[in-house]
């Protein structure tokens, strides 16, 4: 089984009270807390740009989609987080069919990124420019 990653973000900051302990590390705290599934790694990120949806983790995986969620309550959603990375980690190609998720998976999606070429270098499987876009015509005519 390939090693998915969750990241949790652990700089999230509650827009009423920014001088109070960080939810983002106290999800962490929860999270690693718990037994870690089989084929899941557990990594505390200092941001994932999601600052208007509260809590937020990512979960990725060579080959596979990844996805970001939000909106997250660490009390509330630690467990169901878990659960969805080792439903994650199972998946052939990171899409656990939509019933199978936690609510929160099928609700607080923030964003899915599809998976990155096999290619070590993606650009060179793009087709040059030129052949993307046609000839320009100059305005003049001779």
Not at 20 to 30: I, Q, Y
Not at 41 to 49: K, N, V
Not at 109 to 128: D, G, K, N, V, Y
Request: charged share 15%.
């Amino acid at each position: 089984m390939a090693t998915a990653t969750l990241y949790v973000c652990t700089t999230c900051r509650r827009a009423d009270a920014p001088d109070a302990p960080r939810p983002g590390a106290e999800l962490l705290r929860l999270i690693e807390a718990q037994e870690t599934p089989a084929g899941v790694t557990i990594i505390g990120a200092e941001c994932l740009s999601a600052c208007n949806n509260g809590c937020s983790v990512a979960l990725a995986a060579p080959g596979k989609w990844s996805y970001v969620y939000g909106n997250l309550d660490p009390v509330l959603h630690a467990l169901a987080i878990i659960e969805g990375a080792a439903l994650y980690a199972q998946s052939e190609d990171g899409i656990v069919p939509w019933r199978q998720r936690p609510e929160i998976f099928r609700k607080q999606s923030i964003a899915r990124i599809p998976p990155m070429p096999a290619s070590s270098s993606p650009i060179s499987e793009l087709p040059a420019a030129s052949a993307l876009t046609p000839p320009l015509k100059s305005p003049v005519q001779d």
